[in-house]
Every structure is written in structure tokens, then in C-alpha cells.
T-cell receptor
Framework: GEDVEQSLFLSVREGDSSVINCTYT??????LYWYKQEPGAGLQLLTY?????DMKQDQRLTVLLNKKDKHLSLRIADTQTGDSAIYFC???????????FGSGTRLSIRP | DTGVSQNPRHKITKRGQNVTFRCDPI?????LYWYRQTLGQGPEFLTY????????KSRLLSDRFSAERPKGSFSTLEIQRTEQGDSAMYLC???????????FGQGTRLTVV
């Protein structure tokens, strides 16, 4: 089946690193994504990783993929107040062209 | 603006009325997706088009919902006989061909009273 699970909340101190975790069930997933959604806004793609990779880095963002455990994580270095948002993990199963989303992790930043 | 455009941004309707939303994808993007998002949840897939062909529909898409993309460009999503449970944000996204990235619009927020 197709399912993506995320923890609901994460609170970090400004300047620290944030790590948001996600697990998925479809072992044949081709692409995995992280989207960001700010209040009242649409979904903004942050980054994605192809399933044959295990890491991707883009400025403050690092994505780690563990295919064996079907685990994806997003690390945000030097977290800022502007990073406050809901972060969605998503996958594209190889059997379909749709994108399946998790329920989102709300990241809050404390001073 | 070359992004995905959705209209209207907000719609309030009485239960039992019909509503129609429009999505204009990014030019030359031949894939178009509709999603529904309720408070505290991630987007749920409803349907998608490859050009004018509707290739997949979710079981979430009841008989009251219909989507069209007649000329392979803009798309409409109609909900007939709206119910309070239809209140949600309806998101549209587009993607080019065999692309990887789906670009989302700002959504249409539907409130059924």
C-alpha cells in the first residue's frame, strides 16, 4: 500500500538544526520530496531525491534516504524564524504518477 | 505571473449548491493534478490529467465531483450538491511531461455553510 507517516510537531531553538523524519511504505518509490507550506499559502517544493541516492545537500538543507528502512529525513541547518511552517514528506510510487503526501510536521522556532 | 493559477481563491456556498473551480497550469505542462487538503492533513490526491485525458481518479472522488480538461490546458473541478464535509482547500498542480517536480497553485478554499 501507499502510506507516508510523519510526526506532527517539532520545536527547535533558533540557530539549532532541525531534523524532520518521515517513513513510507512503498519500496518501489521513485522520487521522494519535501514540500513547505506557510500559513494560507500553497505548497512550495524545497527539495527532492531520487530513490537511487542516499543523500542530497542544497545550502542549509540536507536530505537523507535510507531505502532499507524506508526512512527519509530533512535536516535544516541554522534554523531561522522564517523556517516556521508545515513540512510535508511525499513520494511518487513507481506504479502511479500521482504524489502521495504525509500529514505534515509543524516546525516551530523558539528564541 | 507564470505559476499555477487558481480561481477563485475563496468560495463560500450554501449546502446543496454547485460550485466550480478553475485551474490554469503552467504553460506547456501537460500533467495537471487536483488535490484536497483539510485542516491538519496533507494534500489528498483526487485526480490527474495527461493533456485532456483523465488518467486516474481517487476513490475520494465521489459521483458529485467531476473534473474536466477539455483542451488540455485549463481544468475545472465541479462539486454538485455540496455538503459540509466538502469544506477544504482544493489544490491544483502541474508538471511537465515525464518531469519530476509538481508546481502547486495557491489553492481555492471552499467553505460550505
Amino acid at each position: 500500500g501507499e502510506d507516508v507517516e510523519q510526526s506532527l510537531f517539532l520545536s527547535v531553538r533558533e540557530g539549532d538544526s532541525s531534523v524532520i523524519n518521515c517513513t513510507y511504505t512503498d519500496s518501489s518509490s521513485t522520487y521522494l520530496y519535501w514540500y513547505k507550506q506557510e500559513p494560507g499559502a500553497g505548497l512550495q517544493l524545497l527539495t527532492y531525491i531520487f530513490s537511487n541516492m542516499d543523500m542530497k545537500q542544497d545550502q542549509r538543507l540536507t536530505v537523507l534516504l535510507n531505502k532499507k528502512d524506508k526512512h527519509l529525513s530533512l535536516r535544516i541547518a541554522d534554523t531561522q524564524t522564517g523556517d516556521s511552517a508545515i513540512y510535508f514528506c511525499a513520494e511518487t510510487p513507481s506504479s502511479a504518477s500521482k504524489i502521495i503526501f504525509g500529514s505534515g510536521t509543524r516546525l516551530s522556532i523558539r528564541p | 505571473d507564470t505559476g499555477v493559477s487558481q480561481n477563485p481563491r475563496h468560495k463560500i456556498t450554501k449546502r446543496g449548491q454547485n460550485v466550480t473551480f478553475r485551474c490554469d497550469p503552467i504553460s506547456e505542462h501537460n500533467r495537471l493534478y487536483w488535490y484536497r487538503q483539510t485542516l491538519g492533513q496533507g494534500p489528498e490526491f483526487l485526480t490527474y490529467f495527461q493533456n485532456e485525458a483523465q488518467l486516474e481518479k481517487s476513490r475520494l472522488l465521489s459521483d458529485r465531483f467531476s473534473a474536466e480538461r477539455p483542451k488540455g490546458s485549463f481544468s475545472t473541478l465541479e462539486i454538485q450538491r455540496t455538503e459540509q464535509g466538502d469544506s477544504a482547500m482544493y489544490l491544483c498542480a502541474s508538471m511537465i511531461g515525464q518531469g519530476v517536480v509538481a508546481f502547486f497553485g495557491q489553492g481555492t478554499r471552499l467553505t460550505v455553510v
